[in-house]
């Protein structure tokens, strides 16, 4: 576990990120919030949340057209729960939770923790090889190994199982170095200083969830292409 965590011990050598976890929840109750006020009186003239919820699933159903084809569609709810999420989550980092003083740690964005993150990317890693075992059956494992190449195909399979928790360490670690950098400069300059790093870190919060995003669109995409003869 990473230092500074809020962990609470649950027997048998199990131990939890309580503060991960409780603003898990938070991030995750926003969007629940979010989508039921979006969704709660649909128009044929939508109203601002309405608006703008039908224009991210309309960015991620082109997004998943583009990438992945016609097909790209049923993997919308995925992808764009998947940025939403993250980039909530993300943003959780900005709220100065210092004020509030726990004795057992302190309170940040869930996505500064590798566990999360690595959550996230087991759930890419199982979807991505589920759609692929969908769409080509046995086909997308032996598609790439050559059975009489042991090693290459020990690296096929490797390079399956690493691409994505390559995000989920590419995320933690941008979302970690910069509330640590806000942290410092809070610490050193408490007043306008901190400000401009502040709102770089808004922009880097998009940036990391769009990335992590898209990523996962392309390993999907990959997975599930026809393969031209």
Same mark, same amino acid.
């Given at each position: 576990m990473s230092e500074g965590h809020w962990i609470v011990n649950l027997g048998h050598?199990?131990?939890?990120? #309580?503060? *991960?976890?409780?603003? #898990?929840?938070?991030?995750m109750a926003v969007l629940i919030l979010f989508a039921l006020l979006a969704t709660r009186k649909l128009s044929l003239?939508?109203?601002?949340?309405?608006?703008?919820?039908?224009k991210i699933m309309c960015f991620f159903g082109g997004l998943t057209e583009s990438m992945i084809g016609k097909s790209g569609a049923k993997h919308v709810p995925l992808i764009a729960s998947l940025f939403l999420f993250i980039v909530?989550?993300?943003?959780?980092?900005? %709220?100065?939770?210092?004020i509030y003083h726990l004795k057992q740690g302190e309170l940040a964005s869930p996505t500064n923790d590798i566990n999360m993150t690595a959550g996230m990317a087991i759930l890419v890693l199982i979807y991505?090889?589920?759609?692929? !075992?969908?769409?080509?059956?046995?086909?997308? $494992?032996?598609r790439s190994f050559n059975p009489i190449d042991?090693?290459?195909?020990?690296?096929?399979?490797?390079?399956?199982?690493?691409?994505? $928790?390559?995000?989920?360490?590419?995320? @933690?670690?941008?979302i970690l170095?910069?509330?640590?950098? !806000?942290?410092? $400069?809070?610490? %050193? &300059?408490?007043?306008f200083l901190p400000l401009p790093i502040m709102l770089f870190e808004? &922009?880097?919060?998009f940036v990391q969830a769009l990335v @992590? *995003?898209?990523?996962?669109?392309?390993? !999907?995409?990959?997975? *599930?292409?026809?393969?031209?003869?």
């Open positions: 050598n199990m131990s939890v990120n #309580m503060d *991960t976890l409780i603003t #898990m929840w938070i991030a003239v939508p109203n601002t949340l309405q608006t703008v919820a039908e909530t989550a993300n943003l959780m980092g900005q %709220i100065p939770w210092k991505y090889v589920y759609q692929g !075992v969908r769409a080509k059956g046995i086909r997308y $494992f032996l042991v090693v290459e195909a020990i690296v096929e399979l490797a390079e399956m199982v690493i691409r994505p $928790f390559t995000l989920a360490l590419r995320l @933690f670690a941008n170095a910069g509330e640590l950098l !806000v942290a410092a $400069f809070v610490g %050193i &300059f408490a007043y808004v &922009f880097v919060a @992590f *995003t898209m990523l996962a669109t392309a390993y !999907v995409a990959l997975a *599930t292409a026809e393969e031209e003869h």
